[in-house]
């Protein structure tokens, strides 16, 4: 089965640095990725990790250690349209199985 | 752009009605899902298809079925609504050619059951 944990709401200030936790524990493993889901709306990719190390675009930089299961979204100079959750998500094993984490709720303040 | 589509965006209904959500892509792609999210809350698998005619169930119990009769098309079917049923319907899919092909979502299906 899929195991993946990530903290349930953060806030942080305009204009300042957020890192979003993503722990994992999964029978297979065929990549990592996060999404941000504004309320309301259908998710939208932000990006990918299969191999380990950092993925840089933009704003947002992705990370990952295969070894210990973990991965951190960071997202930087926080906009106020940033506020949205953002959902930790692992392909499973055979790349058939799509299965998120609860989502974490990024509450940016002015 | 996605090109994933789900009909209706919303559907209030009776208790007891059988109901199908459609959902199609046009993007060739032979993974298909459905996640069940209530507001405010995580999204949970409840079927997933890796090409026609192969349908599983996902991690949460659902009373709906699914069919994958043709690729594009991923319809599913609750045969007697409840109001234990009203929650949103998210459908999705991607391209198993490419692992690191991200999925993409149709805008979904918020169900009231009343």
């Known amino acids: 089965g899929q195991n993946i944990d990530q903290p349930t709401e953060m806030t942080a200030t305009e204009g300042a640095i957020v890192q979003i936790n993503c722990t994992y524990q999964?029978?297979?493993?065929?990549?990592l990725f996060w999404y941000q889901q504004h309320a309301g709306e259908a998710p939208t990719f932000l990006s990918y990790?299969?191999?380990?190390g950092l993925e840089e675009k933009g704003r947002f930089s992705s990370f990952l250690s295969r070894s210990k299961g973990y991965s951190y979204l960071l997202l930087k100079e926080l906009q106020m349209k940033d506020s949205a959750s953002y959902l930790c998500?692992?392909?499973?094993?055979?790349?058939?199985?799509?299965?998120f984490g609860g989502g974490t709720r990024v509450l940016v303040k002015p | 752009e996605a090109d994933i589509y789900q009909t209706p965006r919303y559907l209030v209904i009776g208790t007891g009605k059988k109901i199908t959500l459609e959902c199609s892509q046009t993007m060739g792609h032979d993974k298909m899902y459905w996640y069940q999210q209530d507001p405010g809350m995580e999204l949970h698998l409840i079927h997933y298809?890796?090409?026609?005619?192969?349908?599983e169930k996902g991690d949460l119990s659902s009373e709906s079925t699914v069919s994958r009769i043709r690729t594009e098309h991923f319809p599913l079917t609750l045969e007697s609504a409840r109001p234990s049923h009203t929650s949103q319907y998210l459908c999705?899919?991607?391209?198993?050619?490419?692992?690191?092909?991200?999925?993409?979502f149709g805008q979904g299906t918020r169900l009231t059951v009343v």
């Open positions: 999705a899919s991607s391209d198993s050619s490419d692992v690191d092909t991200e999925a993409f």
């Open positions: 999964t029978s297979g493993f065929n990549g």
């Open positions: 298809s890796y090409g026609v005619n192969s349908t």
């Open positions: 990790n299969v191999l380990d």
């Open positions: 998500a692992v392909m499973g094993a055979a790349g058939n199985k799509l299965t």
